[in-house]
């Protein structure tokens, strides 16, 4: 897996790509500001961009805006975004940056080797992965907007799981529950959500943008 990693932090930098490389994954460039960013995803057509929010020069949202911009370009790219903090904007206007795979992290979870390298995985392959407290952020705003309100409180706690990054054995270890009754509650947010069978479409990826991007 060819990867472009986003980072100004030095140490972190090295760290992150010898890390990556543990797991048979190949940086193929390490940029340490957005323009370089850029041009690197541009170049490098990766498997997937792994980004740090803030890169110079201004170490405001460059290295988002890099990543929204390489997807303009690149429709479809993957591109997987660590943040200090949780930026719900940020989140959403990664999520409204064309189609393709795409996360949002906080750098804390990188600490969790496992986790961490799984969630690049499920970005390059086209799937949604958003930080546990993104997620339960994102759910407290919109709690009481009119598609929250069609789901039932476990409809929403699958949601947020399928948000994570989750497949149904893992929604249905953490709920404690059959992997049968998390396709039934699956299928009846699809429902609710009108979200139809579609051969282009994900019907797991549109669930969890029209939900946390109402």
């Known amino acids: 897996m060819r990867v472009v990693l986003g980072e100004d932090l030095t140490l972190l930098r090295d760290g992150l790509t010898r890390l990556l490389e543990a797991y048979d994954m190949r940086v193929v460039e390490a940029a340490d500001n957005g323009p370089a960013l850029l041009d690197a995803m541009l170049a490098h057509r990766p498997d997937v961009a792994v980004v740090d929010v803030r890169l110079p020069p201004t170490y405001t949202d460059e290295g988002l805006q890099a990543a929204i911009a390489a997807r303009a370009k690149l429709p479809g790219l993957p591109v997987l975004v660590l943040s200090q903090h949780v930026e719900q904007l940020y989140a959403r206007e990664l999520m409204s940056a064309g189609d393709g795979g795409f996360g949002y992290l906080l750098k804390d979870r990188v600490s969790d080797v496992v986790r961490f390298v799984e969630a690049i995985r499920i970005v390059a392959a086209g799937g949604t992965v958003m930080d546990p407290e993104v997620v339960s952020q994102m759910l407290a ?15 929403r706690e699958v949601l947020a799981l399928m948000a994570e990054g989750r497949a149904n054995a893992g929604i249905a270890s953490r709920l404690v529950i059959t992997e049968k009754a998390v396709s039934k509650h699956i299928n009846s947010i699809f429902t609710k959500l009108d979200l139809y069978p579609a051969e282009d479409d994900n019907r797991r990826v549109l669930a969890v943008l029209a939900y946390l991007n109402a």
């Open 141 to 155: 705003r919109h709690a009481r907007d009119d598609v929250a309100g069609r789901l039932t409180p476990r409809e």
